[in-house]
């Protein structure tokens, strides 16, 4: 063997392992990344699986907060286009009120609503989800400036 054809060998070798190192590692990560879905990405896409952990974002519904015992807690979330129930189990951040921009993290369950492990409220009156903040754009209900969604 060349010198030439040897060192091309080497180089392919390395990039081989180099290509199998990338792909283990993107599997590996797979299992851990939470994706992040609207209202209506739930409501019209068949794909997602009702046992994969993902995040759902949207303002929660005017008077749809609903208290079943201490600590069991129901609630709609909306993208003013679609709404998905939320229940969780647990003490709701300071920050959660109606009609403020959350992300609820967990799983779907068989009848459509979602079953949150974690509830993350706003920050500070700027913060909302962006296909939310997207979604009050289109309808109007956006005030520039104020991050916040007009309450007709």
């Known amino acids: 063997m060349t010198p030439k054809r040897r060192r091309l060998a080497g180089i392919l070798f390395m990039l ?5 190192a990338v792909a283990l590692t ?17 409501a019209t896409r068949d ?23 201490g ?11 679609n709404e998905v129930r939320v229940q969780y189990r647990g003490i709701l951040p300071d920050l959660f009120r109606e009609g403020q921009g959350i992300v609820a993290e967990g ?12 509830v993350l409220a706003k920050h500070d009156e700027n913060y909302m989800p962006p296909e939310v ?12 400036g104020s991050g916040a969604a007009d309450r007709q």
């Open 133 to 144: 903040a997207e979604a009050l754009r289109k309808s109007g209900r956006w005030r520039d």
């Open 16 to 20: 081989l392992v180099l290509g199998t």
């Open 47 to 69: 794909d997602l699986r009702k046992d994969k952990r993902m995040r759902v974002g949207g303002l929660v519904k005017e008077r749809s907060l609903r208290r079943e015992d």
């Open 71 to 81: 600590v069991r807690i129901s609630f709609v979330i909306t993208d003013l286009e």
């Open 26 to 42: 993107l599997a590996a990560l797979e299992d851990s990344v939470v994706f992040f879905h609207s209202p209506t990405d739930i």
């Open 107 to 118: 799983r779907l369950v068989a009848d459509g609503s979602f079953l949150a492990d974690e």
